[in-house]
């Protein structure tokens, strides 16, 4: 008996030091609006989550069935609301929002109704949000975006509306950031998609998950011409291909089928034409049904929104074998094979809180693991200097067109400053001079200005710069042939 009972204690304690490497996280604050309705087909009120960082302060962008909320976190344990933009369409049709920002710009999407394509301006937080575009005129819906900010280009997967109908997915040029300008519809990546539900892209490589059809990994450097890297079809635990998102180094792409059942996947893709599995996990869930949905990377650590199982966060030093390392349960619903629980997650903040998105509990702010890394991801915002130093411009007053230029610029500026020569220089990405123009005068009112390419730069994003006596301005320009 007693080796019995010595055998029993000695299990119980190697068990209690297993369980105790991954902790519970700490919940901070939450904020949810009862008025709100849920959707007719999962009872979610709310959806996705984004973050920005404005100005000194921290805010979550949350998706509902009614439209996008701004909510001030910057102290986490009282979060409140400081700015609502209703969505074109509301109620408990509304399933899908999503959210990105390029600087100070937010874009939102919805998935269902006559929607619009939302372009948010934050630079005015915590005081009031600045709707600059909303229309279908373009876009009416979009199930996910992403914004690759380091060519602002807008990627749109499963798109519908405009003189395209629908899209497997769109590319638009974020080159004037209040009117996006179509550059192309995609559907096939070394194989035809049906549509592609969501992607990560990183200096014009495009990770894309297209559903039924598998993962590809194509090169849009240049738009006009994509290329292909490599695909993957058949792999472990395959079914739904959802979503994604990559290591800081592009060595790693960590990717979630939406089955129940269905483990995450970690992947080597440093050769895309040769993109391995190096491992799979889940959230040790007692339930056979645990199912995965977003998963954002920031330094070494994997955030995963993971439905009826909440936040689940993985260590991932070692990216070939993720340890689950914390979790924060966001729902008590018992997994009966729908969908239900944690839906997004932000884990960049600079204050290193995580956000995470309920679909019937609304925000949790929770704080995430000890330590503080220099993630590229996080970036503060400076929208108040940024709007000064445009604003020898107006930013709806200069206009490049049409984007992509070709053998040269044309542009329509709007000058409000006494009659002067200014001079123009066109930039690569790096900051260096790529072509220097001859002093143009500017009058008072509007301007109509062609500049002429001397010769052809490589396809690609640039910026133009106008220099005044009274300071300097930009635009991004999408130059291709």
Not at 442 to 467: D, K, W
């Amino acid at each position: 008996m007693k080796k019995i009972i010595l055998l029993a204690s000695t299990c119980i304690l190697i068990s209690l030091t297993a369980s105790a490497q991954v902790v519970l996280a700490e919940l901070l604050g939450r904020w949810d609006r009862e008025e709100l309705v849920g959707s007719s087909a999962y009872n979610n009120t709310y959806n996705d989550v984004w973050g920005v960082a404005v100005n000194g302060r921290e805010y979550a962008v949350m998706g509902s069935t009614a439209g996008t909320h701004f909510i001030d976190v910057t102290n986490p344990v009282q979060p409140v609301e400081v700015a609502f933009v209703p969505g074109a369409a509301q109620g408990g049709q509304i399933i899908h929002r999503d959210f990105k920002n390029y600087g100070c710009y937010v874009y939102g999407v919805c998935d269902e109704g006559p929607s619009t394509l939302q372009i948010m301006d934050v630079s005015y937080l915590p005081d009031s949000v600045r709707v600059v575009y909303d229309s279908g005129e373009s876009l009416v819906r979009a199930h996910n975006i992403f914004v690759d900010t380091a060519n602002a280009v807008l990627y749109c997967f499963s798109a519908f509306g405009g003189p395209q109908g629908f899209s497997p997915m769109r590319v638009y040029s974020l080159a004037n950031p209040e009117l996006p300008e179509f550059i192309g519809e995609y559907g096939t990546f070394g194989m035809q998609v049906g549509h592609v539900h969501d992607g990560y892209v990183r200096n014009g490589i495009a990770y894309l998950n297209c559903g039924f059809n598998g993962f590809a990994i194509v090169d849009f450097t240049d738009p006009y011409q994509p290329v292909t890297l490599g695909t993957l079809i058949d792999y472990p635990f395959a079914g739904y291909n959802h979503s994604g998102w990559g290591s800081q180094d592009g060595e790693y792409y960590y990717m979630a089928d939406e089955n129940h059942g269905f483990k995450i996947k970690a992947l080597r893709v440093s050769d895309p034409s040769n993109i391995e599995v190096s491992a799979t996990f889940n959230a040790a869930s007692s339930s056979q049904q645990s199912i995965p949905h977003n998963q954002l990377v920031a330094c070494d650590y994997l955030y995963v929104s993971y439905y009826y199982d909440g936040l689940q966060v993985y260590d991932i030093s070692n990216p070939a074998d993720p340890q689950r390392v914390m979790y924060y349960p966001t729902s008590t619903l018992n997994n009966n094979g729908s969908y239900a629980g944690a839906w997004g997650v932000y884990p960049y903040l600079p204050s290193g809180n995580i956000l995470v998105a309920d679909m019937q509990n609304g925000l949790f702010v929770v704080a995430g693991p000890s330590g503080q890394c220099a993630d590229k991801e996080v970036t503060i915002l400076n929208c108040q200097t940024a709007t000064a130093t445009n604003d020898l411009v107006d930013m709806q007053d200069w206009r490049i067109f049409p984007q992509p230029a070709r053998h040269e610029l044309n542009m329509q500026l709007f000058w409000n400053e006494s009659q002067q020569k200014v001079k123009f220089q066109l930039l690569d990405m790096t900051g260096r001079v790529v072509c220097r123009f001859s002093d143009q005068l500017l009058v008072p009112g509007e301007n109509l200005i062609q500049l002429a390419l001397p010769t052809a730069p490589a396809r690609g994003m640039y910026v133009l710069q106008l220099q005044s006596e009274v300071g300097t301005t930009v635009r991004k320009a999408l130059l291709g042939e």
